[in-house]
Nanobody
Framework: QVQLVESGGGLVQAGGSLRLSCAAS????????MGWFRQAPGKERDVVAV????????YYADFVKGRFTISRDNAKKTVYLQMNSLEPEDTAVYYC???????????????????WGQGTQVTVSS
């Protein structure tokens, strides 16, 4: 079983950048596909970006519009989300998650992810 801890959230002005990190422990990190999700108050949890085990394939939600980049360092057991050109609509709690099932491509479905971090708050002011 893997434990996930996010960091890097905070308050930023519109147009600014943040880099989120998610450190894993207890488990073989390279055997999990990883994803970033977000949940705004009163809304469902939505996918932001996902990446396969080796880091060669990534998928992004349409609203990312080329602003965010997901990456991973398996040696450091960490997955990152670089967020640029942030907008007030990006305000949410951001979660990282791990999918232990081997799939052809990384899944974007929330219910497919087995392990979740506690989340980190991102607030973008206008």
């Amino acid at each position: 079983q893997v434990q996930l801890v996010e960091s890097g959230g905070g308050l930023v002005q519109a147009g600014g950048s943040l880099r989120l990190s998610c450190a894993a422990s207890g488990g073989t990190f390279s055997s999990y596909a990883m994803g970033w999700f977000r949940q705004a108050p009163g809304k469902e949890r939505d996918v932001v970006a996902v990446i396969n085990r080796g880091g060669s394939t990534a998928y992004y939600a349409d609203f990312v519009k080329g602003r965010f980049t997901i990456s991973r360092d398996n040696a450091k057991k960490t997955v990152y989300l670089q967020m640029n050109s942030l907008e007030p609509e990006d305000t949410a709690v951001y979660y990282c998650a791990a999918d232990r099932l081997l799939r052809g491509i990384p899944t974007t479905e929330v219910h497919d992810y087995d392990y979740w971090g506690q989340g980190t708050q991102v607030t973008v002011s206008s």
